[in-house]
């Protein structure tokens, strides 16, 4: 199984800042990466998929880049809303897996 | 608009069954994959199983399989996930999501709101 390793686990940040979330894959995954939003009680919400392509109507503000084992999630202003918890899935083979989870609260 | 809403889930003691359903609107269900997702309580996300537009390939997390069987009725719109021999780590709050349209699964664009399912005596 391929694992996934987000880093930081949690991270304090204020409104305004700029912040990078990383996710390392245990062997390589092409562009094969997605990553997602998740607020307490919601369903999770993609904002990036194929490693660096914005969902539609998700805010130019989030921004992926990578390929092959590691990965970025870059918040380029962080906006009140932001603070959630942030998912990466692979989905270069079976069984699909999700990082651990990085949880962005407010500093 | 595209809508997915979970249904079925409950309280089933270990070892019980339970059925989950997810109807699917706004969309050609038939066209796309679709997935079950869940995440036990304060717990990060983990894939259960995929299955194929037409339902001739289905994938499952090792922790489920021959317990979970993923399914479709594309005339109905839904989706359905058969769970048998559950145990207390099977309790967790459970998501469709959909996937793509190609021959692979790719990132899961919609997701329902959960049910959840609580395994306990």
């Known amino acids: 199984d391929i694992q996934l390793t987000q880093s930081p686990s949690f991270l304090s940040a204020s409104v305004g800042d700029r912040v990078t979330i990383t996710c390392r894959a245990s062997?390589?995954?092409?562009?094969?990466l997605a990553w997602y939003q998740q607020k307490p009680g919601k369903a999770p919400k993609l904002l990036i998929y194929a490693a660096s392509t914005l969902q539609s109507g998700v805010p130019s503000r989030f921004s992926g880049s990578g390929s092959g084992t590691e990965f970025t999630l870059t918040i380029s202003s962080l906006q009140p809303e932001d603070f959630a918890t942030y998912y990466c899935q692979q989905l270069n083979s079976y069984p699909i897996t999700f990082g651990q989870g990085t949880r962005l609260e407010i500093k | 608009e595209v809508q997915l809403v979970e249904s079925g889930g409950g309280l089933v003691q270990p070892g019980g069954s339970l059925r989950l359903s997810c109807a699917a609107s706004g969309f050609t269900f038939s066209s796309y994959w679709m997935s079950w997702v869940r995440q036990a309580p304060g717990k990060g996300l983990e894939w259960v199983a995929n299955?194929?537009?037409?339902?001739?390939?289905?994938y499952y997390v090792d922790s489920v399989k021959g317990r979970f069987t993923i399914s479709r009725d594309n005339a109905k719109n839904s989706l359905y996930l058969q769970m048998n021999s559950l145990r207390a780590e099977d309790t967790a709050v459970y998501y469709c999501a959909r996937g793509g349209r190609g021959i692979a699964a790719v990132h899961f664009d919609y997701w329902g709101q959960g049910t959840l399912v609580t395994v306990s005596s």
């Open positions: 062997q390589g995954i092409s562009s094969y």
């Open positions: 299955i194929k537009q037409d339902g001739s390939e289905k």
